[in-house]
T-cell receptor, first 115, second 112 residues
Framework: KAGVTQTPRYLIKTRGQQVTLSCSPISGHRSVSWYQQTPGQGLQFLFEYFSETQRNKGNFPGRFSGRQFSNSRSEMNVSTLELGDSALYLC??????????????FGEGSRLTVL | QKEVEQNSGPLSVPEGAIASLNCTYSDRGSQSFFWYRQYSGKSPELIMFIYSNGDKEDGRFTAQLNKASQYVSLLIRDSQPSDSATYLCAVNINNAGNMLTFGGGTRLMVKP
């Protein structure tokens, strides 16, 4: 069974640009979450999607957005990039239905560097 | 005050010893608690979850939960050098969906 796949793995952008990251969950998993990981702030929740609906949202500015498609694949977008957006962006999927398991399967991440 | 707190370490233990990792959380309504392990340069992986007060054992790992004192701990028996990693405590604070709040992690070093 293939794991969570994230693309691209590495990318470099400049301030003011925008970026789109993609995540393909494990087959059959309908919940996809996004997290930002930085050395200073650790792992922080961005948002969760379930059946194409945003179910939870973390404390990030509106520049951070996401969506989920009918095949459960998800994308997140960051507009007007700032230096502080440099981070590892992790996508995680879970097989939980409407419930809450917290058993997240993480992808390898997309490492974003903003110059 | 952070919602989930862990000692950043490093916690150094000799091979074969018991490693004890601790975590405190601020929201009394939290219902589910998780321990993730993250090797350097890798993504986190779930090793234990616990929902009820008391102990939960899985192989060499034991998770302990005390809701009255708002702490959760992870014991690793017979520690191996391969257990050297950062251990992340996570709490589902609002008990809706899969939104986890993570602690900063404790780096564990197991010395041969």
């Amino acid at each position: 069974k293939a794991g969570v796949t994230q693309t691209p793995r590495y990318l470099i952008k400049t301030r003011g640009q925008q970026v789109t990251l993609s995540c393909s969950p494990i087959s059959g998993h309908r919940s996809v979450s996004w997290y930002q990981q930085t050395p200073g702030q650790g792992l922080q929740f961005l948002f969760e999607y379930f059946s194409e609906t945003q179910r939870n949202k973390g404390n990030f500015p509106g520049r951070f957005s996401g969506r989920q498609f009918s095949n459960s694949r998800s994308e997140m977008n960051v507009s007007t990039l700032e230096l502080g957006d440099s981070a590892l962006y992790l996508c995680a999927s879970t097989s939980s239905g409407g419930g809450n398991t917290g058993e997240l399967f993480f992808g390898e991440g997309s490492r974003l560097t903003v110059l | 005050q952070k919602e989930v707190e862990q000692n950043s370490g490093p916690l150094s233990v000799p091979e074969g010893a018991i490693a004890s990792l601790n975590c405190t959380y601020s929201d009394r309504g939290s219902q589910s608690f998780f321990w993730y392990r993250q090797y350097s340069g890798k993504s986190p992986e779930l090793i234990m979850f616990i929902y009820s007060n008391g102990d939960k054992e899985d192989g060499r790992f034991t998770a302990q939960l005390n809701k009255a004192s708002q702490y959760v701990s992870l014991l690793i028996r017979d520690s191996q050098p391969s257990d050297s990693a950062t251990y992340l405590c996570a709490v589902n604070i609002n008990n809706a969906g899969n939104m986890l709040t993570f602690g900063g992690g404790t780096r564990l070093m197991v010395k041969p």
